[in-house]
């Protein structure tokens, strides 16, 4: 039964630039997109739909030998609970409630050096111990995302900027990989990282 289940999902649903869009890879699209509107309003229902969406690509990714983005989905479906957990339950520093708040420059340093001293590790593991075709490009959106997720998870405003170059770098990877419709998905959440922005600049 799983076997045909697997199979159903990676069925195309449709084809698009001469790539095939599978079944699973449509609705964890849906699933990502409603997550990022949810993401944008503050609204806890983000967690679930990134965890649920984020098994959905590790599998799509997998059997497209992605295995930075896949492992990287793993990750993401840990930190949805971690993330839902510190929205329902976490506290500052100073023992308030989370809210939408700054890091700043300052705060920022410390995790951006480390983001881009593990991208090359990343990377060289990537290229020597797998068949990724990709694995420097595979590498660097699977470092930057770690950052993105956990300034998120924390409603630091800098979440927005860092997944405006996630998504730019994911676009060109996928398209690469022939994913057309997350290349759209992706592309997509380049405007909404803005709009984020914005709304939470306003918080």
């Known amino acids: ?3 045909t289940l697997w199979a159903a999902l990676l069925a195309p649903a449709f084809t ?3 790539s095939p869009a599978s079944w699973l890879e449509v609705i964890a699209f849906v699933l990502a997109v409603w997550m990022v509107i949810c993401n944008m309003r503050v609204h806890l229902l983000a967690w679930p739909l990134a965890f649920v969406s984020s ?3 590790f599998a799509l990714f997998w059997d497209g030998r992605l295995y930075g983005e896949a492992s990287l989905q793993l990750v993401f479906a840990a930190l949805a609970l971690w993330g839902w957990w510190q929205w329902r339950f976490g ?3 100073e023992g308030d409630v989370l809210k939408v708040r700054r890091l700043g420059l300052r705060g920022l340093l410390r995790p951006v050096l480390l983001t881009l001293a593990t991208w090359p590790l ?3 593991f990537l290229a020597r111990a797998t068949d990724s075709p990709l694995p420097w490009w595979d590498a660097f959106p699977t470092v930057a995302s770690l950052l993105g997720q956990w300034l ?5 405003e800098e979440n927005w900027p860092t997944w405006i170059v996630v998504n730019a770098v994911s676009v060109v990877l996928f398209g690469l990989k022939g994913y057309w419709l997350t ?3 992706y592309a997509g959440f380049i405007p909404l990282s803005v709009i984020g922005w914005r ?3 306003r918080a």
Do not use: D, N, P
């Not at 998120?152 to 630091?156: F, I, M, Q, V």
């Open 1 to 3: 039964m799983l076997a």
């Open 16 to 18: 698009a630039f001469g």
């Open 55 to 57: 098994l959905m690509y």
């Open 91 to 93: 506290r500052t520093r």
């Open 122 to 124: 990343l990377g060289l």
């Open 152 to 156: 998120l998870a924390r409603k630091y």
């Open 183 to 185: 290349v759209i998905l």
């Open 199 to 201: 709304a939470w600049r």
